[in-house]
């Protein structure tokens, strides 16, 4: 009789244990999205004084794996497009992640994520020597930036890259520590929300001079490496993302430090009619 009692007794134990781990497990799962994202201690970079936040400064303690990458025959969803412009994307070539024509703007983001898988290390000068996630390009678009470092030394400029691929994890890192600095508004102002970055797609990346002066800032403008770039980018593929002038279409402020590998096709047309890449899509205007 005391055996069977034991029996029931446990019985009720289980089930009142289970439906108390169901209960709290679920909600707490939840709120665990996201909102816990631990800033490295050294990342106390400041952000550039202009333009898209590029952590010039910033040393990410990541170290990024070229082997943690995704099943690439798992097909990307095409990006989700702000939503009072849905239905309004100009290309779709441009709305595929993985084309390296891709157009990410403050309006049209990457898939939640997204993470190229092709992502190789370009064997040029960088300003730090550690082989980590920001010194990471898509295979293409490395092949070029080597062919364009080894051409501006011919001419006697010796260039070094700032940072290139930037993870989605990162970004938010950085948003939310700008954010928490200096509020939502104005961190938007020179920060990409995370999966807005073009960092994120391995196809850009930020070049100073070898010195690593004025990287990622205004007063690398005027410079001879951002003059011999200027001139010179498109002959490899790549254009000047943030020109001059055009911060209504691109959203951003003139960075000439930052260039994006679209392919030399389009990167000579692009250069020769000085339109920018939302130009050359006929997309709408990014104001904010
Ligand atoms: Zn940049």
Redesign the pocket.
């Known amino acids: 009789m005391s055996k069977k009692f034991k029996i029931i007794i446990l019985l009720i134990v289980v089930i009142a244990v289970g439906w108390g781990i169901g209960k709290y497990t679920s909600p707490s799962a939840s709120e665990s999205n996201g909102s816990n994202i631990n800033v490295g201690d050294n990342l106390q970079g400041e952000p550039g004084d202009t333009?898209?936040s590029?952590g010039g400064g910033i040393t990410d303690p990541a170290v990024a794996d070229p082997s943690d990458t995704p099943d690439p025959s798992e097909p990307s969803s095409p990006p989700e497009s702000g939503g009072d412009n849905a239905g309004s994307v100009p290309d779709p070539i441009s709305a595929e992640p993985d084309s390296i024509t891709v157009m990410v703007n403050k309006q049209y983001g990457l898939p939640d994520n997204y993470k190229p898988t092709d992502l190789v290390y370009p064997d040029v000068r960088f300003t730090f020597k550690e082989k980590i996630e920001k010194r990471m390009m898509r295979s293409e678009a490395a092949k070029a930036l080597e062919k364009m470092f080894a051409g501006a030394e011919e001419d006697g400029i010796y260039l070094a890259g700032v940072?290139a691929y930037r993870s989605q994890a990162t970004q938010t890192t950085l948003y939310n520590r700008y954010v928490e600095r200096d509020g939502e508004e104005k961190a938007r102002t020179y920060s990409a929300v995370p999966g807005y970055s073009?960092?994120q797609t391995g196809l850009?990346?930020?070049v100073s001079g070898s010195d690593g002066k004025c990287a990622?800032e205004s007063c690398f403008g005027g410079t001879k490496e951002a003059e011999w770039l200027a001139k010179h980018v498109g002959e490899y593929g790549f254009i000047i993302r943030y020109p001059e002038g055009k911060q209504d279409i691109t959203g951003y402020k003139y960075?000439p430090?930052?260039i994006r590998y679209v392919g030399k096709d389009i990167a000579a047309y692009i250069n020769e009619k000085d339109i920018t890449l939302e130009e050359y899509y006929d997309a709408i205007p990014v104001s904010k």
Do not use: C, P, T, V
């Open positions: 333009g898209e590029d940072s073009e960092h850009a990346i930020d990622a960075e430090w930052h």
